[in-house]
């Protein structure tokens, strides 16, 4: 790795064209506490509900046309949102697909990741999705396509496994993981990542990985490795292996090969795609192979890309076309069927809007066009951001007030079988 590292050209370029989207997603937990209390025939049992709100911040870069279901990128442990920017800049900027690159939240367990998606998908207004997911993220992506068929319609899967008790049994200190110095999660990160002699390509792409990493905080560290050494497995999909593809490269990686094995056993009939060079981020290394791979796959399982649309960035950030989402929550898309998951509808293309006469340049009316549009988004982002913080404090305020009642419930009921024992035992006395 070189000892000063400076950011490459195109990335600089791509920040300053694609802006970097945040926003909160609040969700809940419900769990059951069971309080015994010892009465006269024996103990019984008090069951409360336990109301728990949780919000997490997701940062990810959205671009592409909005009429095309999307294609969202999930990281590896040492990865960020901005790792896929070259996916960006070309599956989007060039061929017209639209692209979600997203970074893993701080969450602790793979069912609060499952949750906490969700809620994401929901709060961006995405219903059908299809995931790229490298290492830990390939490990999420079927997590997510496991609990959620309905939403998931295919896979693509790099260097990645099918469960992490190999990852859990090599950590000595995986317990005390959440409370482990940042400068030592930051370690044991990088100790995974080959730093010997290497392509140039390899160790640009190694370098810009590591930088990444200085980026993230100590707790979004220790919740990924939380994630890595937290035993789980993934069990079976209801998604036809017809709809995932398997691309691994074929040099050095920091996923073991018989975890590699497992994953192609378990799909046998799953697309392979091998790339012969590329390390653990191919991604960046080997973008245009990468780039080739994943849009055969999209095309196999029925996108389209819609290259006429694909446009210059507006100034509201919103990086896609005029067009509406084409993630309509239709029954017959709903329902998973015995080959995994259908290609989209392509009946709404013909309600898509009329391409731009150039991609590139634009008129004054235009110009006036887009800022009006920008206008109008504005003021309807900002109320439904009143709306949303409303109902935020709604729910909080009555989830504030039954965690009263839940907590006081099973004192006074304590209470007055003591008061109710007390009084029975005087009159005996008496």
């Known amino acids: 790795m070189k000892g000063v590292y400076s950011a490459p050209g195109d990335y600089i370029h791509f920040k300053s064209?694609?802006?970097?989207?945040?926003?909160?997603?609040?969700?809940?937990?419900?769990?059951?506490?069971?309080?015994?209390?010892?009465?006269?025939?024996?103990?019984?049992?008090?069951?409360?509900?336990?109301?728990?709100?949780?919000?997490?911040?997701?940062?990810?870069?959205?671009?592409?046309?909005?009429?095309?279901?999307?294609?969202?990128?999930?990281?590896?442990?040492?990865?960020?949102?901005?790792?896929?920017?070259?996916?960006?800049?070309?599956?989007?900027?060039?061929?017209?697909?639209?692209?979600?690159?997203?970074?893993?939240?701080?969450?602790?367990?793979?069912?609060?990741?499952?949750?906490?998606f969700e809620k994401f998908l929901d709060a961006i207004d995405v219903h059908h999705i299809h995931l790229y997911g490298t290492s830990l993220g390939g490990f999420l992506a079927q997590l997510f396509a496991q609990h959620r068929p309905r939403r998931v319609k295919s896979l693509i899967l790099s260097n990645t496994f099918l469960e992490t008790s190999s990852f859990s049994a090599a950590m000595r200190w995986a317990p005390i993981v959440g409370w482990a110095p940042s400068f030592l999660l930051k370690r044991y990160i990088l100790t995974g990542i080959h730093d010997g002699p290497q392509e140039p390509f390899i160790a640009d792409s190694v370098d810009f990985v590591v930088s990444q990493v200085e980026t993230l905080s100590r707790d979004d560290l220790a919740s990924r490795l939380a994630f890595t050494v937290d035993n789980a497995s993934v069990g079976?999909?209801?998604?036809?292996?017809?709809?995932?593809?398997?691309?691994?490269?074929?040099?050095?990686?920091?996923?073991?090969?018989?975890?590699?094995?497992?994953?192609?056993?378990?799909?046998?009939?799953?697309?392979?795609?091998?790339?012969?060079?590329?390390?653990?981020?191919?991604?960046?290394?080997?973008p245009d192979e990468v780039n080739l791979h994943l849009q055969l796959h999209l095309r196999r399982v029925g996108v389209e890309a819609k290259p006429d649309l694909v446009r210059t960035i507006p100034k509201d950030g919103s990086g896609g076309s005029p067009g509406k989402e084409n993630d309509e929550k239709e029954d017959h898309d709903d329902q998973p069927n015995g080959h995994g998951g259908n290609p989209e509808s392509t009946s709404k293309e013909s309600q898509s809007?009329?391409?731009?006469?150039?991609?590139?340049?634009?008129g004054l009316y235009d110009q006036l066009l887009s800022s009006a549009k920008v206008i109008s988004i504005g003021r309807k982002d900002s109320t439904l951001m009143k709306d949303q913080h409303i109902l935020a404090t709604g729910v909080l305020l009555q989830l504030t007030w039954e965690f009263f009642i839940f907590s006081l419930l099973p004192i006074y009921v304590c209470s007055l079988y003591i008061t109710q024992n007390n009084v029975w035992k005087f009159r005996k006395l008496v």
């Open 236 to 286: 079976p999909l209801l998604l036809s292996d017809s709809f995932i593809t398997i691309m691994d490269t074929n040099d050095y990686s920091s996923i073991p090969q018989e975890l590699k094995d497992q994953l192609g056993e378990r799909y046998p009939a799953a697309r392979r795609a091998y790339l012969k060079t590329g390390g653990d981020f191919p991604f960046l290394s080997r």
């Open 17 to 116: 064209q694609v802006p970097l989207h945040k926003i909160p997603v609040i969700y809940f937990f419900i769990s059951l506490f069971v309080i015994f209390i010892k009465f006269d025939h024996g103990f019984n049992g008090l069951r409360l509900l336990w109301y728990w709100i949780g919000t997490k911040q997701w940062r990810y870069y959205d671009f592409g046309p909005k009429v095309v279901p999307p294609l969202i990128c999930l990281p590896g442990i040492a990865g960020t949102a901005d790792v896929y920017y070259k996916q960006i800049m070309s599956l989007s900027m060039k061929v017209g697909y639209r692209v979600i690159s997203v970074d893993i939240p701080c969450v602790w367990n793979h069912q609060e990741w499952i949750q906490s």
């Open 353 to 362: 809007p009329p391409a731009p006469e150039s991609s590139e340049y634009h």
